[in-house]
């Protein structure tokens, strides 16, 4: 059984230099200057530096991202995306900040109520699901 941990210690951190390939599942703060092939997925907050490369999708509460991602952002509260950052896939959260220089390209679903939040994102992901089977078959 997992502890949950606040979400002001850094729980989880993989450096620079450090590459792993397959899914990860990591129980609160973590910060990513690695490259990772494989999906990622934290409760807490998360940090993407910006040596750091991914090639899945990211899930988490909050995510500033300063490396690169190719694949999904999932962060309910926020995202940010820092000068450094590339982002080639889709960002879903409340709250979403792009600074000039980033790079962005995909489709961005950002509402600040609840409720509409929680049934646009469950609509889109139902869409994605259908064309990916779809792509996939």
């Given amino acids: ?29 973590v910060r990513i200057d690695g490259d990772i092939d494989g999906d990622l997925t934290t409760d807490g907050n998360i940090i993407i530096g910006e040596n750091a490369r991914i090639r899945g999708n990211v899930n988490a509460k909050a995510a500033i ?24 896939g889709d960002v879903l959260s409340h709250k979403v900040q792009i600074d000039a220089s980033a790079i962005f390209h995909g489709h961005c679903i950002s509402i ?19 064309k990916d089977r779809v792509y996939h078959s």
Avoid: P, W
Avoid at 1 to 6: N, V
Avoid at 65 to 82: M, N, R
């Fill in 1 to 29: 059984m997992a502890l949950k941990i606040d979400d002001i210690s850094l729980n989880t951190l993989i450096g620079n230099g450090t590459a792993i390939k397959g899914n990860l599942k990591i129980n609160g703060f």
């Fill in 65 to 88: 991202i300063g490396g690169i991602i190719i694949g999904d952002v999932f962060a309910k509260e926020s995202v940010k995306l820092l000068n450094s950052s590339a982002v080639l």
């Fill in 112 to 130: 600040k109520n609840e409720e509409e939040y929680d049934r646009l994102s469950h609509l889109y992901l139902q869409s994605k699901a259908i």
